[in-house]
């Protein structure tokens, strides 16, 4: 069966610091990924998403990148952090030969003070 | 943007039937409509979707009006955990890459 991970599960940091999430899925060849992102109180954002490695397309502007070195790999960077980068974020996959439903990880909460 | 319109809130007394509605009058004729919830501090959880026949799995059946203009989802006997926030996203199906823009959903309170 299908699986996906991500880590870490917190994450603290400093204004300014770099930031590194990794996502990763099992059981699946080429699956579409996603990172989405959900301030406090607030609805899910999509900020990125990549339908093979090395493709990436972004859906807003902002101090985060994403890449794709590995086919069932994800990572969501930043070089230096704001305070509103700081929410709950998740990543999901879809299957390439399925109907497009979305499996979502357990997210990863940062805190940027 | 997401193209749904969901109440914000609706409550449900334990074991009774949820029925939570969908409005999605601009739907094109190859888009599905998805159901997911999101029960707190958790990722969203698919639950089921649909074209244009009625649908139903062991979560949930989803009815979509003959004009696919609407579409309620029905939770049979509500429990405590049904307690969560349920989206209704409409888009296209299949491969490509094909984005899932999540709207603010209904809070669903399911109480004892």
């Known amino acids: 069966s299908q699986t996906i991970h991500q880590w870490p599960a917190t994450l603290v940091q400093p204004v300014g610091s770099p930031l590194s999430l990794e996502c990763t899925v099992e059981?699946?060849?080429?699956?579409?990924l996603y990172w989405y992102r959900q301030a406090a109180g607030r609805g899910l954002q999509l900020l990125f998403y990549?339908?093979?490695?090395?493709?990436i397309s972004s859906e807003v502007p902002q101090n985060l990148s994403a890449s794709r070195p590995q086919d069932r790999q994800f990572i969501l960077s930043s070089k230096k952090l704001l305070l509103s980068d700081s929410g709950f974020y998740l990543c999901?996959?879809?299957?390439?030969?399925?109907?497009?439903?979305?499996?979502f990880g357990e997210g990863s909460r940062l805190t940027v003070l | 943007d997401a193209k749904t319109t969901q109440p914000p809130s609706m409550d449900c007394a334990e074991g009774r039937a949820a029925n939570l509605p969908c409005n999605h009058s601009?739907?094109?004729?190859?888009?599905?409509v998805y159901w997911y919830r999101q029960i707190h501090s958790q990722g969203p959880q698919y639950i089921i979707h649909?074209?244009?026949n009625n649908e139903t799995n062991e979560m949930a059946s989803l009815i979509i009006t003959e004009d696919r203009k609407s579409s309620t989802l029905i939770l049979p006997h509500a429990t405590l955990r049904d307690t969560a926030v349920y989206y209704c996203?409409?888009?296209?199906?299949?491969?490509?890459?094909?984005?899932?823009?999540f709207g603010a959903g209904t809070r669903l309170f399911v109480k004892a």
């Open positions: 996203i409409v888009r296209v199906a299949g491969t490509g890459g094909f984005k899932t823009i």
């Open positions: 059981g699946t060849s080429n699956p579409n």
């Open positions: 649909g074209l244009k």
């Open positions: 990549s339908v093979g490695i090395g493709q």
């Open positions: 999901a996959w879809s299957g390439a030969g399925s109907t497009g439903e979305l499996f």
């Open positions: 601009t739907i094109s004729g190859n888009e599905y």
